[in-house]
Structure formats: structure tokens, C-alpha cells
């Protein structure tokens, strides 16, 4: 394959602003993209008919589940607690659990057992694993409907 070279001259009576300038608004109309894309995406989730809690879980012996949250639009603060061998509650500050309106997703990560879980009152979900020790980096996730 034959090599292809050239050589640059520069006219020292040529002016390079044209160019300069048109690679700024070509950088400007870039940026402006991103941004309009980004506000349509934020938009889009502002949008969306329900608010969501995202937490990972991991419970030992008789305490109550560790949560670390990844994200949290609901505008609530919640609360684990231990009930019983395998039993956990997660409590809201106010009432955002409606009937017919809260799902629940959850799984107990990367250990085998039944997992349940239900609504027992607009401030009080209740999570069952049969056992202890059967959470460890579960995935936990509550959509609340308008």
C-alpha cells in the first residue's frame, strides 16, 4: 500500500479565525447537544408516574437489615428493623405506602431462599426471607404510584 504524505504550508497573508472559529461552534453546537439531550432524559424521568426507593440489603444474626441506598426520589426517609427470625419491616416517615399503588421488588442477592414480601399499612412494608443471614447485597426497590 503506498504511503500517503503531504506537506503543510501556511501563507503567513492567509488568516486561520475562520477556521478557529468554526471549530469553537462546531464544539459549542456539540456541548449544547449534550445538554439538550440531557434535559430531555431528565425530563423524561421527572415525568415517569411514580417515585422510587433503591436500596441493596444485608442482614446477620438478630440485627436489623444494613441498607445502603442508591437512590431515593421518594422524598421519605425509611427504617429497617428486625421482627423475628427471618421477618423485617421497613417504615416511613410518613404514610407514601397506598393500597394498590406500592410494588415491591426484591431479591436477598446471592443467597437461595423464599423471599416474600407485604403491604401492612401506608407506613409499613414487611420483607420475609423464612431465615436469618439470607441477606447479603439484595437488591430492594419500592415504585410508589401517583
Known amino acids: 500500500m503506498p504511503l500517503i504524505t503531504f506537506n503543510d504550508k501556511v501563507d503567513s497573508k492567509v488568516s486561520t479565525a475562520p477556521l478557529i472559529n468554526k471549530i469553537v461552534a462546531d464544539d459549542i453546537n456539540q456541548l449544547k447537544t449534550g ?18 426507593l433503591v436500596q441493596l440489603l444485608t442482614q446477620t444474626g438478630t440485627n436489623a437489615p444494613v441498607a ?3 437512590y431515593n426520589n421518594t422524598g421519605e426517609t425509611y ?27 426484591f431479591n436477598n442477592g446471592y ?7 407485604r403491604r401492612i399499612s401506608r407506613n409499613l412494608i414487611q420483607i420475609n426471607t423464612i431465615f436469618n443471614d439470607k441477606l447479603i447485597e439484595g437488591a430492594f426497590k419500592i415504585e410508589l404510584y401517583n
Request: avoid cysteine; aromatic fraction near 14%.
Open 35 to 52: 445538554v439538550n439531550a440531557n434535559e430531555t432524559a431528565i425530563a423524561a424521568i421527572s415525568a415517569l408516574p411514580y417515585t422510587y
Open 68 to 70: 445502603t441506598e442508591v
Open 79 to 105: 427504617t429497617w428493623s428486625y421482627v423475628s427470625s427471618g421477618v423485617y419491616n421497613i417504615t416511613s416517615t410518613s404514610i407514601p405506602f397506598t393500597a394498590n399503588k406500592t410494588l415491591v421488588f
Open 111 to 117: 443467597q437461595s431462599s423464599d423471599i416474600l414480601w
